[in-house]
């Protein structure tokens, strides 16, 4: 408005000079003794008079160029304006978790999540929308509570004192951050959302409104452990261990882990994972029942993720349906009935049904040893792994009466191809079970020695149980639970792209609008330049070059 | 020999080749009217010999040097003598510095003026004679200046600059009177030259002038005028204008109306005007040529700026009567 009153009046000014009527000129003549005296001159006319203005073209001229600076003054105001975003809703998603508390240059992955916040603000501060709304959620372990910062209408104010409060002795999920991102709005209708974390981003499904995924910290290594599980032998046949797995990021695997437990503590070394890069395990022995404390040895960048607890309870008895004669039930087998592993003769492959696993021996082994060479065979570490297959063919047994039942493979066949030791494997429908030979501990070796080693062989296999993960619970060095400290141990990925904050005061892309205001100013400069070509060249008429 | 060259705003804008035909031409005239203000001695008297200069078509065969001449590298080119009292003349030329002569605004009069004292100098110095320049009338620096040779060039360089530089404006109250005439004509010599360049408007009320004028044609000197007339020039200006302040001899300006009668009766006053000048100061050494040098007017308004100026110059003076009339003696 100011610049169209100030070019109004310009005009105004203009028109004015040009209407008014020019005061006679001073002149003076050699001969001016010999000149009597002059008629008078007419009466002073009104030095402003509603003439015809003494010299329209070039008049016209400025005219027509303040008339098209104020046309372009005032649309390239409405483009100003259209560009302006009528109204900003951002949500900033601040990650509270423990690993925040990395150290990053002078300080901490908070303080630069607080700055990046302070940069988001002065962008909004410049979008000078309409309208203008901000809160703040804190995440951690849980997703908090919107705290506002800027109420509908209200320009950015300061940061309450509870949106930067110090980060929580919390593990931080990335999906978790993405939910808080997305949740529904509250009174503050959103147009944009910003996760300031730590932690690398996860692929967002389709959200109502842009989500600036702002990773801030540089990377810093970290080992960390990530689960305990308790492995037991089968039927008690090899010790229980505690298997500890665990991540390595930025920097090598640690050489040794510490555990402490109801058998005394002592130091396990750490073995790479092949499988996985950066994953690594140690292998301890079950001490038995009780609470096991493990820790890694050696400060690092995040240690939330160091030091873990556990209350390992016995492992349970492997339950068995025995139904031999000729072998008795081994004492660390408990009795079962249906359902649990069957041990049985072949004839009772009727009652192998359903999910139950079933170990079933048919009479392969004779008195005197059978030599004969073996056919095919699949490599089959469980079953044949302690088997001696050379004294196997000095005492070949004989194949399972009757031919492969249904749904069962051949493991190992003679030459003739007959299957002696056969399998089946567990599926929705049936049980795992295996055909072998009977074992015959009162025939002389080496059947015997074979028998009984075939025999246990599948029984281990059918009878071990899994590793089960034990429940553990990680512990800051100041003995505070830090809850799913292993998600935040990768602390050693690279540093992240910053978001483009400068997408948040972007308002909606408008409809294709080309500016014609430049060509309005063009126009005006066309017009000045005219009046000043018209004025030149009548001074170079009336000097006389131009004719 | 070096011819001299005034320098700045004065210095007149012939183009060297031009002067130079003006210079033989000088020459040329002189020694072929055999007459004027040139004394020639007698043969058998003894004469002051000054210099060799090339010999030219019209010069006196006698004066041919042909032991000098055939020491000249080219065959055919001669070498004649110059004697001190042989050709030396005096050229005073005089200048009209009123504050009128600053007009037109466009076109100035004096600056002209200024031009003409300038080569008229540069021709008279070249020929090896005596120049005096002087203003008519009350004004800046010396009164007169003198150069017997080119060496002097540049007094009269600096004198000219001082003229236009030290220049009165009309507005001023016309208080300027003539300068000390008579101590000029003290200087002049017998058979000298003067030369007035004015426009010869000026007011003579005491005859200070018209003394001047009758005793500077005696002694067989001769008086040559250059006019410079504006008036019609002038008087188109006001035309065009119609309405006006004319600025009078200490005045704001006098509001008024061109008026066609008031200015051909202005006219007429001039004509009786000079008139009654020629008249008065004609006598037998008077060169006042009846036609002077006229501003241009053109039609609808008239040209003006310094290179209308610079053409006028250039293409009047090489035409003046005024330099044959020197070269022979100042008599036509």
Same mark, same amino acid.
């Given at each position: 408005m100011l610049a169209a009153a100030i070019a109004g009046l310009a005009g105004l000014a203009v028109l004015l000079w040009h209407m008014r009527r020019p005061r006679p000129p001073l002149m003076a003549v050699s001969f001016v003794r010999f000149v009597p005296a002059l008629p008078p001159a007419p009466p002073r006319a009104a030095r402003l008079a509603l003439v015809r203005p003494r010299d329209p073209v070039p008049l016209a001229c400025l005219l027509a160029a303040a008339a098209l600076a104020i046309w372009a003054l005032s649309d390239a105001d409405r483009d100003a304006a259209a560009a302006r975003p009528d109204h900003i809703g951002l949500r900033v998603v601040l990650d509270v978790s423990q690993s925040m508390t990395v150290a990053a240059g002078q300080g901490t992955r908070f303080d630069l999540a607080l700055g990046r916040l302070d940069a988001a603000r002065a962008v909004l501060r410049a979008a000078r929308a309409d309208s203008l709304c901000v809160e703040i959620l804190r995440v951690g372990a849980a997703v908090g509570g919107a705290l506002a910062?800027?109420?509908?209408?209200a320009a950015p104010g300061a940061l309450p004192d509870a949106a930067v409060a110090p980060p929580l002795a919390e593990g931080g999920d990335p999906a978790r951050l993405a939910q808080a991102a997305l949740a529904g709005q509250g009174e503050c209708p959103l147009t944009h959302a910003l996760i300031l974390t730590d932690l690398a981003p996860v692929a967002l499904p389709d959200s109502p409104w842009p989500v600036l995924w702002d990773q801030v910290g540089e990377p810093v290594g970290n080992a960390g452990i990530r689960s305990v599980a308790l492995t037991q032998g089968a039927f008690g046949a090899g010790a229980a261990e505690l298997r500890i797995e665990g991540v390595a990021s930025g920097q090598p695997a640690p050489a040794t882990i510490g555990i402490a437990g109801p058998a005394g503590a002592a130091d396990a070394p750490v073995h790479p994972l092949p499988e996985a890069e950066g994953r690594w395990y140690a292998l301890v022995s079950y001490g038995g029942a009780g609470t096991y404390d493990i820790r890694l040895r050696e400060a690092d960048g995040y240690a939330g993720d160091d030091r873990v607890q556990a209350r390992i309870a016995a492992p349970p008895q492997v339950a068995v349906d025995w139904r031999l004669d000729a072998l008795a039930r081994p004492d660390a087998l408990a009795a079962g009935s249906d359902g649990d592993l069957l041990v049985a003769p072949l004839g009772a492959l009727a009652d192998a049904g359903g999910t139950r696993p079933a170990l079933l021996v048919h009479d392969?082994? =004779?008195a005197a040893p059978q030599p004969a060479r073996i056919g095919a065979f699949l490599d089959d570490p469980a079953l044949l792994g302690a088997v001696n297959l050379d004294a196997l063919e000095r005492a070949m047994p004989r194949p399972i009466p009757g031919g492969l039942p249904a749904g069962f493979r051949t493991v190992l066949a003679d030459e003739a191809g007959n299957p002696v030791i056969a399998r089946r494997a567990a599926t929705a429908g049936q049980g795992a079970a295996l055909i072998v030979p009977a074992p015959a501990p009162g025939l002389p070796e080496p059947q015997r020695s074979l028998s009984l080693t075939l025999f246990f062989s599948a029984l281990a296999d059918l009878a071990a149980l899994p590793a089960r993960q034990q429940d553990v619970e990680w512990l800051a060095p100041d003995g505070r639970a830090v809850p799913e400290?292993?998600?935040?141990?990768?602390? =050693?990925r690279p540093a992240g792209r910053p978001a483009d904050l400068a997408l948040i005061g972007a308002a909606a892309p408008a409809a294709d609008r080309v500016p014609v205001w430049p060509w309005y100013l063009l126009a005006a400069l066309a017009a000045v330049l005219a009046e000043r070509a018209i004025r030149a060249a009548r001074a170079l008429r009336g000097a006389g070059v131009v004719p | 020999m070096a011819r001299a060259e005034p320098q700045g705003a004065t210095r007149p804008p012939i183009p060297p080749a031009m002067l130079e035909r003006l210079v033989l031409r000088w020459r040329r005239q002189a020694v072929s009217s055999?007459?004027?203000?040139h004394l020639r001695r007698r043969q058998g008297h003894s004469l002051e010999f000054r210099e060799f200069r090339a010999w030219q078509r019209g010069d006196d065969v006698r004066s041919v040097d042909w032991r000098a001449s055939a020491r000249l590298p080219r065959k055919g080119d001669l070498l004649a003598r110059s004697f001190e009292a042989e050709e030396r003349m005096t050229l005073a030329v005089l200048l009209d510095n009123r504050p009128e002569m600053g007009l037109p605004d466009g076109m100035p009069k004096l600056l002209y003026a200024l031009w003409a004292v300038g080569a008229l100098a540069a021709l008279a110095l070249d020929r090896g004679d005596r120049v005096i320049v002087g203003r008519l009338f009350d004004g800046a620096a010396e009164a007169s200046v003198t150069a017997d040779s080119v060496h002097g060039a540049a007094r009269l360089r600096t004198w000219t600059e001082a003229q236009w530089h030290g220049r009165a404006a009309l507005r001023m109250p016309d208080n300027a009177g003539f300068a000390d005439l008579d101590a000029l004509l003290r200087r002049l010599e017998p058979a000298a030259a003067v030369v007035v360049v004015s426009d010869m408007l000026f007011h003579d009320p005491a005859g200070a002038f018209t003394r001047f004028a009758i005793r500077a044609q005696e002694r067989r000197r001769s008086l040559s005028i250059l006019q410079l007339d504006s008036v019609q020039h002038e008087t188109a200006l006001l035309r065009a204008a119609r309405d006006f302040r004319l600025v009078r001899h200490g005045g704001d300006g006098e509001l008024g109306t061109f008026d066609e009668a008031a200015f051909r009766d202005g006219a007429g006053a001039i004509a009786a005007h000079l008139a009654a000048l020629r008249h008065r100061i004609g006598k037998g050494g008077l060169d006042w040529p009846p036609e002077p040098v006229s501003w241009p007017v053109s039609w609808p308004m008239p040209s003006a700026g310094t290179e209308a100026l610079k053409a006028l110059f250039v293409g009047t003076f090489p035409r003046l009567p005024l330099l044959s009339g020197l070269s022979a003696g100042g008599r036509a």
């Open positions: 910062v800027a109420a509908p209408g392969g082994f =004779g400290a292993w998600r935040e141990s990768l602390t =050693g | 055999g007459a004027g203000a």
